[in-house]
Nanobody, 126 residues
Framework: QVRLVESGGGLVQDGDSLRLSCAAS??????????MGWFRQAPGKEREFVAA????????NYADFVEGRFTISRDNAKNTVYLQMHRLQPEDTAVYYC?????????????????WGQGTQGSVSS
């Protein structure tokens, strides 16, 4: 059974930082065979792409709104992908989801991803 479990969300103030983690288990071909992505869904909005990282961790892809504030990384020995977020703004308030892509793409299309976590809430107060 595949499980992606996000953690690290919480309530912070404008300009603060958060580090999200996503621990994976049960992936058929092993964690290091999957590209990993982060998406988010703000209240009343559709879920959108945030960032993705290749199975090696070398290649990354970011949404334009990230503007250098977020960094995606992974530790294949720990089966974990991270999203370090700095200079958070109230507009970053959302439920953050991680996802795994067995085709190893780092695309922004949600349909490319095969497995999803349940999400973790990140809230930024002004």
């Amino acid at each position: 059974q595949v499980r992606l479990v996000e953690s690290g969300g919480g309530l912070v103030q404008d300009g603060d930082s958060l580090r999200l983690s996503c621990a994976a288990s049960g992936l058929t071909f092993g964690f290091s065979s999957y590209a990993m992505g982060w998406f988010r869904q703000a209240p009343g909005k559709e879920r959108e792409f945030v960032a993705a990282v290749s199975w090696t961790g070398v290649s990354t892809n970011y949404a334009d709104f990230v503007e250098g504030r977020f960094t995606i990384s992974r530790d294949n020995a720990k089966n974990t992908v991270y999203l370090q977020m700095h200079r958070l703004q109230p507009e970053d308030t959302a439920v953050y989801y991680c996802a795994a892509d067995q085709d190893q793409s780092i695309a922004a299309r949600q349909s490319d991803y095969d497995y999803w976590g349940q999400g973790t809430q990140g809230s930024v107060s002004s």
